[in-house]
């Protein structure tokens, strides 16, 4: 299948010198939530700056549904919708008006009944008629949303989609972006939620530093990247590890009541039976089991230290 969007070999170099991107290839399938993930200052703006055509790459290519964004900048545009992370919307106009007027720049006849879906979409439409300004942050989130969406555009950026947004209009978000995608839109959104990611989110690409450190099927990446863990609770507390037991990666935990024992879910064989006859064999009883896998957020704090840690090695 072929991507939506195509990105080859994109660098940013900013007027500074300061490069905050570095030759990142990346192909997103249509239809699916992409979410990009990374620190403070990793590049993940730029990345979208670029692909949307507000900022000029320094080196490199991208097709947006099939056209180029540099020499087909139009028709490359008016496929993209982009909610910024800043919101700019304390206006004395009317959703409504706001919304059409969106539209307009796009030069696409005024199409009511669209507007409406989407405001109704959106939970805005018997907020129509209110002036921006007198809405709530999260509404006026969704009207950014709305206006992002007025030009009927097949993919559909969010930069931050949910930063300060309570609990509840996050849950809410989220399932208007699922809704979105059911409709056939391509969704790419940045995050420092990871649980957002995890939530949303089909595929995940990690950047920092300007590099895109992995892209991967989110499901494959918790199982390829994720640990295990079985905690065991003692009825005795142990004090050291006898050396029978030296060989499992196990470590002492709550002031010597509990046995971690860290296993790879990659592996057909866990050990966790040798482990618990070792014990046995050692007389160390235990009264409950109980076992955890890494989070989302294990693996990314991992993936991006292991990346600091090379770099710091290669420079
Ligand atoms: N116009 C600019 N001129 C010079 N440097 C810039 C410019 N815009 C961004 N940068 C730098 O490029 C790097 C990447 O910034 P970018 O905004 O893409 O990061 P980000 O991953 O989106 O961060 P955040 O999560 O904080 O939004 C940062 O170090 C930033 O200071």
């Not at 235990?286 to 704090?301: A, G, N, R």
Request: hydrophobic share 40%.
């Amino acid at each position: 299948m072929q991507a939506i969007i195509s990105v080859k070999g994109v660098g940013k170099t900013y007027a500074g010198g300061f490069t905050a991107l570095k030759s990142v290839d990346l192909d997103i399938q249509r239809g699916e939530i992409f979410a990009l993930l990374g620190p403070n200052g990793a590049g993940k703006t730029t990345l979208i700056s670029i692909i949307c055509g507000i900022v000029n790459p320094s080196i490199g290519r991208i097709t947006a549904d099939g056209h180029d964004i540099q020499r087909d900048f139009r028709a490359a545009r008016s496929k993209i919708g982009l909610v910024p992370q800043e919101l700019s919307t304390d206006s004395f106009e009317s959703v409504w008006a706001t919304v059409n007027f969106s539209r307009g720049l796009f030069g696409k006849a005024p199409n009511p009944e669209y507007i409406e879906k989407i405001l109704r979409q959106l939970s805005l439409w018997d907020k129509k008629d209110s002036k921006i300004m007198a809405l709530s942050g999260g509404m006026k989130r969704r009207v950014m949303i709305a206006k992002a969406l007025s030009h009927e555009p097949s993919i559909l950026f969010l930069d931050e989609p949910t930063a300060g947004v309570d609990v509840e209009l996050r849950r809410d978000m989220w399932e208007m972006v699922r809704g979105l995608r059911k409709s056939g839109v391509t969704v790419i959104l940045t995050t420092h939620y990871i649980e957002e990611a995890e939530e949303m989110a089909d595929r995940i690409g990690v950047i920092n530093h300007g590099e895109l450190v992995l892209v991967e099927d989110k499901h494959t990446l918790m199982r390829k990247l994720g640990k295990k863990q079985l905690a065991i609770q003692l009825q005795n507390p142990v004090s050291t590890l006898p050396e029978s037991l030296h060989a499992f990666t196990l470590e002492v935990a709550d002031e010597g009541n509990q046995l971690i024992y860290t296993f790879d879910t990659q592996r057909e064989h866990t050990g966790i039976a040798e482990l618990l006859r070792a014990l046995n064999q050692q007389g160390i009883e235990f009264k409950d089991l109980h076992s955890s896998e890494s989070s989302l957020e294990e693996i990314f704090v991992n993936l991006v230290h292991q990346n600091q840690n090379e770099r710091q090695l290669v420079g």
